[in-house]
Every structure is written in structure tokens, then in C-alpha cells.
């Protein structure tokens, strides 16, 4: 029997009791036997109104850890790719995070940290109990503005690419921004962070980056300006700030296949994100409208969810161990997100 046909036998005999999400960037053979798909933020405001005994998560890990923080008591949440990390979220750790936090503080202001969904659930647990909230590209403009509102600086973390394009957006003064240094990913805090930095700031960026989306150049951009003036650019605002400032629009990957789906027929179209969804959205709109990659960009994590791993973890439900987090870092985590959903309810 094959994979796809194992899938679908067990969806068929568990019903109402399994339901499968799966993130946009995850590949067709696997998005075919989802019942969600969607960018973080849809993917995170479907958990509570899911009925389902167990939520099988084709993502990354810290797309599985946020679903066991929002989770019911009589859910179990499973991901057939343990090992799919996410390089961005490993670029802050809790330590570190709670660290530079207590520095910054001594400076006498109060700071709100808010914490891209990328990260940690120690990450996410960190921001909730510093009375801080997290953000996905879909709403990270309200998101800053809810924590500008709340203190005397806002600690952004941990992509800065996507703080500094957030910041553009919302007209806030490069004067008034500051990127901590780079050594705080991977060193003790406390020799590269002092609380003189908060002075005249009111954003403090964590150096973080999406590996995959710091591929997509201005360069690249440029030569197609040159070479097809009529084309459009859509970029993910993990992109870097020169790249975003160039495009003819940036967003989420919601609000990428939502520009795509609204281009005029004929438009041709360039998107600077993973390849699986550009690929997506050019079959989609074959025939009417080109959509082509800025550069073909592909997340070796979101791949190692295959249809045979699928297929594996959907055979052993009953007996496998679920992904869970401990309910000292679940509970101001889970505040750290409903203070999102809230906001952006």
C-alpha cells in the first residue's frame, strides 16, 4: 500500500478525532492530506476550535510547541518531523533572551519584549512573564504598536530583518532603533549588552535572521527592473530591508497568495520566499498570470516533512510520545500568545 493511500485510510477510520495542519511551505504531496493550511498566525488561531483527539503539525518544531502550549488537556499534538528546526527560532534562547532582558531593565526603563512566533516556547514563556506578547509577519505592525504602547522600549526578537522592515512601515526613527550586537546569539549577554543601549531607543532589535530569506538579493531585484520593467516583486518581510524597500509590496505568505491571486490576467510576478509555495501559486494561476521565484530558496527543515514520515507518525498516534512542553514554561507562554490573538482578534 503506499503512503498517500495509508494516510488516507487512517484519516477515513479516525474521522473527527485527527486532523492535520500543515504550514504553506510545506510540499504538495504533503498539503494534499492537510484539513489546515496556513501561515503561522491561521495555523495558531485554529487550535483552540479544533475538536480533534490529535493535531498532527507538518511544520517546523516551534509550529508544533505553540500548538501543545494552546492545546486542551485531552489533545495530543504530533509532528512527523521531530528533527525540523528552525534556524531563525535557535538564534535566541530563553537564557539568553531572559539575560539581555534584566540588563536592558537596569537601565531604569521598562521594556516589552515581543517575540516573532518563530522562537522557543522557553522564548515565548521568557516575553509572557515580562509582560510581553509574539507576532507573526501577518500582524507584526499591530503587534509593535501594542508593545510600544505598553512601555518605555520594545526588545524585538529574533529577526531583525523583520523589526527593521515593521519599524519602516510604521515611520519609527532609525535614531531611535538599535541592533544589539551579534555575539548574544551564541555568548553570555551580559558582555555584549549594557543598559546605556536603551538611551533615546525605543526599539531594541535581537540580530537574528531567516537564513533563507537573507538569500534574496537587491542585485537580483535590480536586474529584473532592468530587464522586465512591467514585473511586479512581492517579497516576504523576512527579506532584508534593501530587498523589502525595492518590492512592490511585502507581507506574509497569506498576504503574498492573496497579491498574487488579485494581479491583474497577464501580470508576470516575482516572489521572494520558499520555493514550495512560489511553485504552488505558479500552477495555481498557470495559463493566466507567471509567477516566478526571485531566486529558488528552499527550507531544508519545512522538507523533512515527507509523505512516508506522515504516513509513520499517523500509524503510531495511539502510542507515541506527543510533543508537550512543561507547564512552568506552557502557562506564560500561552499568555504571551493570548495577548496576540487577543490584540488581533
Known amino acids: 500500500m503506499s503512503d498517500a493511500a495509508r494516510i488516507e485510510g487512517i484519516k477515513s477510520e479516525r474521522g473527527d478525532r485527527l486532523a492535520i495542519l ?26 483552540e476550535g479544533l475538536e480533534a483527539e490529535h493535531i498532527v503539525f507538518c511544520g517546523v518544531w516551534f509550529m508544533a510547541e505553540t500548538a501543545a502550549i494552546l492545546r486542551r488537556p485531552e489533545q495530543r499534538i504530533h509532528i512527523p ?25 537596569r537601565s531604569g526603563k521598562k521594556i516589552i519584549p515581543l517575540t516573532y512566533v518563530n522562537s522557543s516556547a522557553g522564548v515565548k514563556a ?71 543601549e536603551v538611551e533615546g531607543k525605543k526599539l531594541l532589535i535581537w540580530p537574528g535572521c531567516c537564513p533563507i530569506h537573507e538569500e534574496f538579493t537587491l542585485d537580483t531585484m535590480l536586474e529584473i527592473r532592468d530587464r522586465e520593467p512591467e514585473a511586479k516583486i512581492v517579497v516576504h518581510p523576512e527579506c532584508t530591508p534593501d530587498v523589502t524597500r525595492e518590492a512592490d509590496a511585502d507581507g506574509s505568505t497569506s498576504f503574498i497568495i492573496k497579491y498574487v491571486a488579485e494581479a491583474p490576467a497577464g501580470s508576470t510576478i516575482y516572489v521572494a520566499t520558499e520555493a514550495n509555495l512560489v511553485e504552488r501559486l505558479a500552477e495555481r494561476h498557470k495559463g493566466e498570470k507567471i509567477i516566478r521565484p526571485l531566486t529558488v530558496q528552499r527550507c531544508e527543515d519545512m522538507g523533512k516533512t515527507t509523505e512516508a514520515r506522515l504516513a509513520a507518525k499517523l500509524s503510531e498516534l495511539d502510542t507515541a510520545e506527543p510533543v508537550d512542553v512543561a507547564e512552568e514554561v506552557r502557562e506564560p507562554a500561552r499568555k504571551a500568545l493570548e495577548r496576540m490573538l487577543k490584540a488581533c482578534a
Open 126 to 196: 521568557v516575553v509572557g512573564r515580562w509582560e510581553g506578547s509574539v507576532c507573526t509577519s501577518a500582524n507584526a505592525k499591530r503587534m509593535l504598536e501594542w508593545a510600544m504602547e505598553r512601555g518605555d522600549a520594545v526588545l524585538f526578537l529574533p529577526d531583525r530583518h523583520l523589526a527593521v522592515n515593521t519599524a519602516d512601515a510604521l515611520g519609527i526613527p532609525e535614531e531611535q532603533r538599535h541592533i544589539l550586537n551579534e555575539s548574544v546569539i551564541e555568548e553570555d549577554p551580559s558582555l555584549y549588552v549594557s543598559p546605556d
Open 81 to 105: 518531523a521531530p528533527d525540523a528546526s528552525c534556524p531563525m527560532a535557535d538564534m535566541a534562547v530563553s537564557r539568553s533572551v531572559e539575560k539581555a532582558l534584566e540588563i536592558l531593565s
Open 22 to 47: 500543515g504550514h504553506h511551505y510545506q510540499s504538495d504531496e504533503v498539503l494534499a492530506h492537510t484539513d489546515i493550511t496556513g501561515d503561522s498566525l491561521e495555523l495558531a488561531r485554529r487550535i
